[in-house]
């Protein structure tokens, strides 16, 4: 969703001649020209797209450390446990395509004509992901910070603040 939007932004900044040579709004302090206009939505949607991917790549760099940490982990039994690292890769990639469209759907709802939906919308995913980097390293802080030998058996409290969904009570055996 991001590499569309991103997309449509730059196809809209080089139909217009007077936006095809603006900068970002960062570029002043390399000596460069600024964003024109100022305020527009193509200049708060490219300061957006440098932004997010920035925090994305920050949020892969962070996950990729939470899955070295899990990665070790073993079962009961001595067995490396996949079954959880699968499940924080998958529920990663999950978090990554709901972020997206419901970002979409934040975006579309401002009922903003032009291409301020889309600067809407990365806006959502920026603030998302702040928020999702915040938890990914909550939970890294949570299990570096018990024993090593405890952490097969502590770890739930730990990771379930990965879960996009609100967890279901906790009660014995499942009936």
């Known amino acids: 969703m991001l590499a569309l939007r991103r997309t449509a932004l730059v196809a809209l900044v080089a139909s217009f001649p007077s936006l095809a040579a603006a900068q970002r709004p960062d570029a002043a302090s390399r000596g460069e020209e600024p964003c024109t206009p100022e305020g527009s939505a193509i200049c708060a949607g490219i300061e957006l ?19 070295r940490l899990v990665r070790g982990d ?25 972020r997206g469209d419901d970002c979409e759907l934040h975006g579309a709802l401002t009922q903003a004509g032009g291409t301020w939906p889309s600067v809407w919308a990365t806006d959502c995913e920026v603030a998302a992901t702040r928020a999702r980097i915040a938890t990914v390293d909550a939970v ?19 990771l379930s603040r990965l879960r996009v969904l609100p967890a279901p009570p906790r009660r014995g055996a499942p009936s």
């Open 49 to 67: 797209s440098d932004t997010l991917a920035t925090l994305d790549a920050r949020l892969d760099r962070r996950h990729t450390a939470l899955v």
């Open 74 to 98: 073993t079962t009961a039994r001595g067995e490396e446990d996949g079954r959880i690292t699968r499940a924080v890769d998958t529920l990663h990639a999950t978090w990554r395509r709901l």
């Open 140 to 158: 890294i802080r949570c299990i570096t910070r018990m024993p090593a030998d405890e952490r097969r058996y502590r770890r739930f409290d730990c």
